[in-house]
């Protein structure tokens, strides 16, 4: 596959671990510069040093999305940073739990990084997108698509995935 991605920089939230991961790893191997990003300094570090052992382009940012301070920093790092052609707004998180056992707060808590810190980067990265002329915020179905169907589990996470 020839996504002609060289030259592009291309930012995975959550690509420390899992779905993350493998996008950026073939966004890499598609010739992109790749931010990888996580909460945790190790499992960054690794999934970069994995990278560029292939010959890929690969840095690294900690953060916890989920903090809209932390969410401001991260964005305004990569601005700054030469700026973002591709977004992939990946980061998540889910609980097994049902209605029984969630609490209003669990609720806020999953918002916060499935939901809010998905629209936190978007409206950051998409003014640079739009006077560069080019960009590309895919809408990973993984991540945001799968909650149409409510149901007895998980209806915190649910609710924050309907589209
Ligand atoms: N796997 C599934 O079956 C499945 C199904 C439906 C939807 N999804 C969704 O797909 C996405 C990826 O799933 P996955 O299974 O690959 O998840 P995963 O292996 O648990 O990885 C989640 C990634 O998101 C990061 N993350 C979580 N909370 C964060 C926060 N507050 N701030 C910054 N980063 C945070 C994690 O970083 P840390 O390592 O620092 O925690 C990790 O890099 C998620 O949005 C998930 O909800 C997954």
Not at 3 to 14: I, N, P, S, W, Y
Not at 56 to 73: E, F, I, K, M, T
Not at 96 to 115: E, F, M, S
Request: hydrophobic content about 45%.
């Amino acid at each position: 596959m020839d996504l002609q991605l060289d030259g592009k920089r291309a930012v995975v939230t959550g690509s420390s671990a899992g779905i993350g991961e493998a996008i950026a790893r073939r966004l890499a191997a598609e010739g992109a510069a790749v931010t990888v990003h996580g909460r945790r300094a190790n499992t960054v570090g690794a999934v970069v040093e994995a990278i560029r052992s292939l010959g890929g382009r690969a840095s690294g940012v900690v953060a916890d999305l989920a903090d809209p301070q932390d969410c401001a920093r991260f964005i305004s790092g990569a601005l700054t940073d030469g700026g973002v052609d591709i977004l992939v707004n990946n980061a998540g998180a889910f609980a097994n739990r049902g209605w029984d056992d969630v609490t209003p707060q669990d609720w806020l808590d999953l918002y916060a990084i499935n939901v809010a810190a998905a629209v936190r980067c978007i409206q950051g990265f998409l003014p640079r997108m739009r006077s560069a002329g080019w960009g590309r915020q895919p809408v990973p179905y993984h991540a945001r698509l799968c909650g149409h169907q409510g149901g007895g589990a998980q209806p915190d996470r649910v609710a924050g995935q309907a589209p």
